[in-house]
C-alpha cells in the first residue's frame, strides 16, 4: 500500500509541474492540442529530412519543366511566379516562439519577426531561382506580406542573393489578399511557365475564399496542372486547408478552432 501511495503522489506531482509550465508559457487545456499541433509541424519542418525531400523534389520537378518551356519559341519574356513565405522563406522559428507562449499567428509578432530579415530559406529554392535567372527568365514574388514589410523583406532575400529582389518584382499584398490582380499584372508584359507556391491560392483565384470540400473538388479538375504548371510546397503549419475548415473566421479562439477539428477529424 505505501509503495502504492507513493507512486500515486508521484503522478500528481508530475501532473501539478506538467500543468503549471502549461500555464507558464500561456497554454490553457483548451488550446494545449493546437499549439501542440503547431509545434509538432514546425518539428516535422525543421527537423524531418522527408521534409528536405518533399521541397528538393517539388525544385527539381520545377526545373526540369522549366527546361522543356525554354524549348518553345516566344517572342515574350518568360517569367514565374513564385510566392514567399514557405515557398522561399521558412518562417518556422516563429511560429514555433508563438506557440510556446500558447498563441498561434498574431500579425504584430509576425511582423517583428519579417523585420529581422531573419528567415532562412527553403531547401532547394535559392539554387532554382538562380537558375531560372540564368536562363533568362524573370522572377516575380507575389506575397501576401504588407507594404511595411518591403524594406525588410527585399533585405532577406538579397541576403541570399536571390534574382530579381527589387520593387519592380515584389508584389506586396495592398488591399485585398487575393492574388489573381497582381498575376495579371505580370502577364501583361510576361509569358508566365509556371506559378510556386505553398497555398492553392497561390496559383488560381478558383481556390479564392473556398470551403473545404469544394477546395478538394477544384484540384481534382485541375489535377493534370499540378507539377506541370503549378509546383506545389509542403506547408503542414498553416495555410487555407486550416483556415476553410473555420469558414476563415480568423476570430475563433483556439478552443473554438479545436472543436471543428474534432468533428471532422476519422478515428477507427
Known amino acids: 500500500m505505501k509503495k502504492t501511495s507513493l507512486y500515486i503522489a508521484a503522478l500528481i506531482y508530475t501532473s501539478l509541474i506538467i500543468s503549471s509550465c502549461a500555464a507558464k508559457r500561456g497554454v490553457t487545456a483548451g488550446s494545449e492540442r493546437i499549439t501542440d499541433g503547431k509545434l509538432w509541424a514546425s518539428f516535422w519542418h525543421q527537423r524531418a529530412a522527408e521534409y528536405k525531400a518533399l521541397c528538393f523534389q517539388a525544385y527539381n520537378i520545377a526545373k526540369l519543366r522549366l527546361d522543356e518551356s525554354l524549348k518553345n ?23 514555433v516562439s508563438q506557440a510556446l507562449k500558447g498563441k498561434d499567428y498574431e500579425p504584430e509578432s ?24 540564368s536562363k533568362g527568365v524573370s522572377v516575380f514574388y ?45 502577364l ?28 478538394s473538388d477544384i484540384t481534382r479538375l485541375q489535377s493534370s496542372e499540378f507539377g506541370k504548371r503549378f509546383i506545389v510546397l ?22 473554438q478552432k479545436e472543436e471543428l477539428i474534432l468533428k471532422v477529424l476519422r478515428g477507427e
Open 110 to 133: 509576425w511582423f517583428q519577426w519579417t523585420s529581422k530579415a531573419a528567415c532562412d530559406t527553403i531547401p532547394g529554392a535559392a539554387a532554382f531561382l538562380k537558375y531560372a535567372a
Open 188 to 215: 501583361k508584359n510576361n509569358e508566365v511557365i509556371m506559378l510556386i507556391g505553398d497555398n492553392l491560392t497561390d496559383f488560381s483565384s478558383l481556390f479564392d475564399k473556398q470551403p473545404e470540400v469544394k477546395r
Open 73 to 95: 519559341n516566344t517572342s515574350r519574356q518568360l517569367a514565374l511566379i513564385t510566392d514567399i513565405d514557405e515557398t522561399v522563406l521558412d518562417n518556422s522559428p516563429n511560429t
Open 234 to 255: 509542403p506547408n503542414a503549419v498553416y495555410g487555407d486547408w486550416e483556415s476553410s475548415l473555420y469558414k476563415y473566421d480568423y476570430k475563433l479562439d483556439a478552443k
Open 142 to 186: 507575389i506575397t501576401n506580406r504588407e507594404e511595411r514589410e518591403r524594406p525588410a523583406t527585399l533585405e532577406n532575400l538579397k541576403k541570399y542573393e536571390l534574382p530579381f529582389a527589387d520593387d519592380a518584382h515584389l508584389l506586396l499584398k495592398q488591399t485585398s489578399s487575393g492574388k489573381e490582380p497582381r498575376r495579371l499584372e505580370v
